[in-house]
């Protein structure tokens, strides 16, 4: 491994903070909460069959829920052990035996009866299966054979007739990479995967707004800034683990802001299994929610940026780091015409949020060195999310809040190697190598892809670790 400015794991203080309890009551007896002490007690009797590979899992590999890079039961981030629900939620997928040969071979309409959580209860494939046309049950391939038929059917379609789709959970990056470059020397590029729709906007705004498409902030930068922003974003249930660097961060004097159309509990009151003082007494997350409405982010920002145009007219250098606006940013002028020239009443109309308190964190960010803006599907699953990423960066940029410690950009993922399937497969989404070059095709994506299936263009799909029929038809 090379060198890294990464310093690795750093220690916190592990003195009580009560002003950051939720309340004194042990457990947060009475009040609506994860139940982490049943649903620990319940993950431990379901791998009770198990319990040793279990351990090892746990303590030896990777987590593949989220995307905090837990390895073992250490990450990058604190010192001291991690564990969470969603890793042990995903635990039994690893540990499960194979389904009996009685419920593999079963007749089809009896298999229908069963859920798609009850089939996955019932244990994992143990090997190749197939149903030919008017048979009512599968049938045992061996592998060899699982083999020469798909390739035997693939030789006989044009590789326009391939679709590939991946998830982003539990895939590593090495896998997304190769099947990147299957699918390309197969001689297709209809690939796609469950990040695009998740993170793709991330990808493409942040190469547009400041040259890169991925965070410039890690998760020890939350830990000391002034200001910790989580837009559209309810972190402590897609990725639990980050509750404790938040409450690191409190500890530092950090205020976390967390705006979204709901008041997600969990941002507001959240209980940390793996630290004793939030186990016990519970951790106050969120120090302010604004309620915006849906999809009034950008008129959000707006506001934000129109009163610190307004103090820069009292004061220059109020709100805006002019030092850093004229070394690395283009078009300021015309960012503040096209700010100036909306309303409050427009603002506020769009937004749902008073112009009261859109200049109470206006001035908030304003009077910080540093921020660190965090967001995640609220901002991205919108037909406008690219421009929504954009105007956080705009936040960003006029503040200077970029490239130093404790300040930066984070699109939150909530999968593991949700970044580099952004940037490996999408990056290369629509390109594909002919005779040595590279040529210019549309790929389709998800929803074409199921189109050509229907047209019976499409003869031809990888799911990779996906339940992907079953969602798209649900959906349908």
Same mark, same amino acid.
């Given at each position: 491994m090379g060198k890294t400015k990464h310093e690795g794991p750093i220690k916190v203080s592990k003195m009580p903070a009560p002003k950051h309890w939720v309340s004194p009551i042990p457990f947060g007896l009475g009040k609506v909460k994860p139940k982490h002490i049943r649903d620990t007690m319940k993950t431990v009797w379901d791998n009770k069959d198990n319990l040793n590979y279990a351990k090892n899992i746990l303590t030896k590999g990777v987590c593949d829920g989220c995307a905090l890079g837990v390895s073992g039961l250490q990450d990058q981030t604190l010192k001291g052990p991690h564990i969470c629900t969603t890793r042990l939620n995903v635990l039994r997928l690893n540990t499960m035996p194979a389904m009996k040969e009685e419920i593999v071979h079963a007749d089809i309409d009896e298999l229908k009866k069963y859920s798609s959580e009850e089939l996955r209860e019932l244990g994992r494939v143990p090997y190749p299966l197939i149903r030919r046309k008017g048979e009512r049950s599968f049938s045992r391939l061996e592998w060899d054979e699982a083999m020469d038929i798909i390739a035997k059917k693939m030789k006989t379609l044009d590789p326009k007739q391939y679709g590939f789709y991946l998830t982003a959970r539990g895939i590593t990056n090495e896998s997304y990479y190769v099947a990147g470059k299957v699918a390309r020397f197969l001689g297709t590029n209809h690939i796609d995967n469950a990040s695009r729709i998740c993170h793709s906007p991330s990808k493409t705004a942040l190469k547009r707004?400041?040259?890169?498409?991925?965070?410039?902030?890690?998760?020890?930068?939350?830990?000391?800034?002034?200001?910790?922003?989580f837009w559209g974003s309810v972190a402590s249930n897609s990725s639990p683990v980050s509750t404790k660097y938040m409450l690191a961060a409190k500890k530092q004097g950090t205020k976390i802001i967390v705006?979204?159309?709901?008041?997600e509990p969990a941002m507001d009151e959240y209980w940390v299994p793996s630290n004793a003082e939030s186990a016990l007494f519970g951790t106050k997350v969120a120090d302010d929610f604004y309620q915006i409405n849906i999809g009034g982010d950008i008129a959000f920002m707006h506001g934000i940026m129109k009163h610190w145009f307004d103090m820069e007219e009292a004061t220059r250098g109020s709100a805006i780091n002019h030092a850093f606006v004229e070394e690395h940013v283009n078009d300021y002028e015309a960012l503040k015409t096209k700010v100036q020239a909306q309303t409050w009443d427009e603002i506020v109309e769009s937004s749902g949020v008073t112009q009261e308190r859109i200049i109470e964190l206006s001035e908030? /960010?304003?009077?910080?060195?540093? &921020?660190?803006?965090?967001?995640?599907?609220? /901002?991205?699953?919108?037909?406008? &999310?690219t421009d929504n990423i954009s105007q956080v960066a705009n936040l960003a940029l006029l503040r200077g809040h970029l490239g130093r410690k404790h300040a930066g950009l984070m699109p939150f993922r909530g999968h593991s190697s949700v970044q580099v399937l952004v940037r490996w497969a999408l990056i290369h989404l629509f390109y594909l190598a002919v005779a040595g070059k590279t040529k210019r095709l549309n790929g389709l994506r998800n929803c074409g892809t199921l189109t050509f299936l229907n047209g019976k263009e499409i003869f031809v799909v990888f799911p990779l670790r996906t339940r992907f029929f079953l969602r798209t038809m649900n959906a349908s």
């Amino acid at each position: 491994m090379g060198k890294t400015k990464h310093e690795g794991p750093i220690k916190v203080s592990k003195m009580p903070a009560p002003k950051h309890w939720v309340s004194p009551i042990p457990f947060g007896l009475g009040k609506v909460k994860p139940k982490h002490i049943r649903d620990t007690m319940k993950t431990v009797w379901d791998n009770k069959d198990n319990l040793n590979y279990a351990k090892n899992i746990l303590t030896k590999g990777v987590c593949d829920g989220c995307a905090l890079g837990v390895s073992g039961l250490q990450d990058q981030t604190l010192k001291g052990p991690h564990i969470c629900t969603t890793r042990l939620n995903v635990l039994r997928l690893n540990t499960m035996p194979a389904m009996k040969e009685e419920i593999v071979h079963a007749d089809i309409d009896e298999l229908k009866k069963y859920s798609s959580e009850e089939l996955r209860e019932l244990g994992r494939v143990p090997y190749p299966l197939i149903r030919r046309k008017g048979e009512r049950s599968f049938s045992r391939l061996e592998w060899d054979e699982a083999m020469d038929i798909i390739a035997k059917k693939m030789k006989t379609l044009d590789p326009k007739q391939y679709g590939f789709y991946l998830t982003a959970r539990g895939i590593t990056n090495e896998s997304y990479y190769v099947a990147g470059k299957v699918a390309r020397f197969l001689g297709t590029n209809h690939i796609d995967n469950a990040s695009r729709i998740c993170h793709s906007p991330s990808k493409t705004a942040l190469k547009r707004s400041i040259g890169v498409g991925a965070s410039t902030s890690n998760y020890q930068d939350w830990i000391g800034t002034d200001v910790l922003m989580f837009w559209g974003s309810v972190a402590s249930n897609s990725s639990p683990v980050s509750t404790k660097y938040m409450l690191a961060a409190k500890k530092q004097g950090t205020k976390i802001i967390v705006v979204n159309p709901y008041k997600e509990p969990a941002m507001d009151e959240y209980w940390v299994p793996s630290n004793a003082e939030s186990a016990l007494f519970g951790t106050k997350v969120a120090d302010d929610f604004y309620q915006i409405n849906i999809g009034g982010d950008i008129a959000f920002m707006h506001g934000i940026m129109k009163h610190w145009f307004d103090m820069e007219e009292a004061t220059r250098g109020s709100a805006i780091n002019h030092a850093f606006v004229e070394e690395h940013v283009n078009d300021y002028e015309a960012l503040k015409t096209k700010v100036q020239a909306q309303t409050w009443d427009e603002i506020v109309e769009s937004s749902g949020v008073t112009q009261e308190r859109i200049i109470e964190l206006s001035e908030l /960010l304003a009077n910080s060195k540093n &921020a660190v803006y965090a967001w995640a599907l609220g /901002l991205t699953m919108h037909s406008f &999310a690219t421009d929504n990423i954009s105007q956080v960066a705009n936040l960003a940029l006029l503040r200077g809040h970029l490239g130093r410690k404790h300040a930066g950009l984070m699109p939150f993922r909530g999968h593991s190697s949700v970044q580099v399937l952004v940037r490996w497969a999408l990056i290369h989404l629509f390109y594909l190598a002919v005779a040595g070059k590279t040529k210019r095709l549309n790929g389709l994506r998800n929803c074409g892809t199921l189109t050509f299936l229907n047209g019976k263009e499409i003869f031809v799909v990888f799911p990779l670790r996906t339940r992907f029929f079953l969602r798209t038809m649900n959906a349908s």
